[in-house]
């Protein structure tokens, strides 16, 4: 495995340019104030304009290399973070020390530009919406800022764009709850900044949820067919190809039709099977009064009791091999044949396994 790790040498001595090669910068000593020309002499350069070509100076004060230290190290984290991947190690070795955190995790997998994917944008909302249920204390102060931030950009996508409004009312439905027991706690619980803070949050919790709430969905008018024109069998193939019931039941409120089709018994007796295995729904059958079993009814009994089947349209990658996380860029990888992370494995794809909400949160619980 590579070292991964930054050079801890960095930024190193300054070096200036001579004739007989690159020599090394001397800082003067107190004593040696007056003496601010003593490189001069160790460059050997007679011409002034030569000098000034090679672009040297008098060396800096301690004030400016700690600058250029600063600042030469702020480069090197940027450029360190820009990868959209990250090794998950749960103890110290002799490259790595320490182990990491849940946080480090969502700084450093750019969720921010993930939410513009339509693809992924059910992931990662899924994804904060656990983390709000339980970890979300155990973030660092950074990414609890991240956090709120890429919520704040979810909202205004949802409220600009109107897609998929009820999954955010769950979200900040767990989050508002989870932040006014901490806020009643505060004297109990551990919280990475002031009260005042997690306050104002809890507020701005509260204007999202009313602002989606009063969110209407504009209709999209056109020349075209709509939804309602289509045939009946296609109308039929639209919905046993969803997977969401409350899809289906929002689906059925358009038309009379559409109703006559959302009760079909046969259609939710498919989902039940595609989100529950079959020991799940036999153990107590509900029937209706002509003795037909109620399968609509039998989806939201088992919906108490077990969780459905998630399904998304992309999701994080861990690579066993490498101990990686890391999103997969699908057109990148069919173009130059790119894992989407530095592996070693011979056999790339054979090390992948798509990481679920939920898996995600797990490979930090230590």
């Known amino acids: 495995m590579p070292f991964l790790g930054q050079d801890w040498r960095s930024p190193g001595w300054s070096w200036m340019k001579t004739e007989d090669g690159w020599k090394r910068c001397e800082y003067p000593s107190d004593d040696l104030e007056g003496n ?3 490189n001069l002499h160790l460059l050997n ?30 480069q090197c984290n940027n450029n360190f973070y820009q990868e959209k991947w990250i090794y998950v190690h749960k103890e110290s070795t002799r490259e790595r020390h320490g182990y990491c955190t849940l946080g480090e995790a969502f700084n450093r997998l750019d969720f921010s530009s993930a939410i513009q994917d339509i693809r992924r944008f059910n ?55 989870t932040l006014g027991m901490l806020v009643r706690e505060a004297d109990r619980c551990l919280l990475i900044g002031n009260t005042n803070i997690w306050i104002s949050r809890l507020e701005t919790i509260l204007l999202w949820q009313e602002q989606l709430m009063n969110l209407q969905i504009s209709p999209k008018l056109g020349d075209g067919p709509t939804l309602c024109d289509l045939p009946q069998q296609m109308k039929s193939n639209i919905l046993f190809r969803l997977t969401d019931s ?121």
């Not at 007679?46 to 004030?63: A, H, L, Q, R």
């Not at 956090?147 to 205004?156: A, D, H, P, R, S």
């Not at 038309?255 to 079909?264: A, F, M, R, V």
């Open 36 to 38: 601010n020309n003593i």
């Open 45 to 74: 350069i007679n011409d002034g304009e030569m000098y000034e070509n090679e672009n040297c100076c008098i060396p800096p004060t301690k004030s400016e290399k700690e600058q250029f230290n600063n600042t030469t190290k702020s």
């Open 123 to 177: 992931y990662v909302a899924k994804l904060l919406q656990l983390i709000a249920k339980s970890q979300l204390t155990s973030l660092s102060g950074a990414a609890q800022k991240n956090y709120f931030n890429i919520l704040e950009t979810i909202v205004k996508k949802v409220l600009q764009d109107q897609y998929n409004p009820q999954l955010i009312r769950d979200l900040l439905h767990d989050l508002g709850s």
């Open 246 to 366: 409350w899809d289906i039941i929002n689906l059925g409120q358009m038309t009379p039709s559409w109703h006559i089709l959302s009760e079909d018994l046969h259609l939710w007796k498919v989902l039940c099977k595609y989100h529950f295995s079959e020991k799940m729904f036999c153990k107590d059958l509900i029937f209706t009064e002509n003795g037909h079993i109620d399968w609509k009814l039998m989806f939201f009994t088992l919906e108490k009791y077990y969780p459905k089947r998630e399904q998304y349209g992309d999701t994080l990658h861990f690579c066993r091999h490498c101990s990686i996380l890391f999103w997969k860029d699908y057109q990148l990888a069919l173009l130059c044949k790119d894992s989407g992370h530095p592996c070693t494995a011979n056999d790339p794809r054979s090390c992948l396994t798509p990481v679920s909400p939920q898996h995600f949160i797990d490979l930090f619980r230590f």
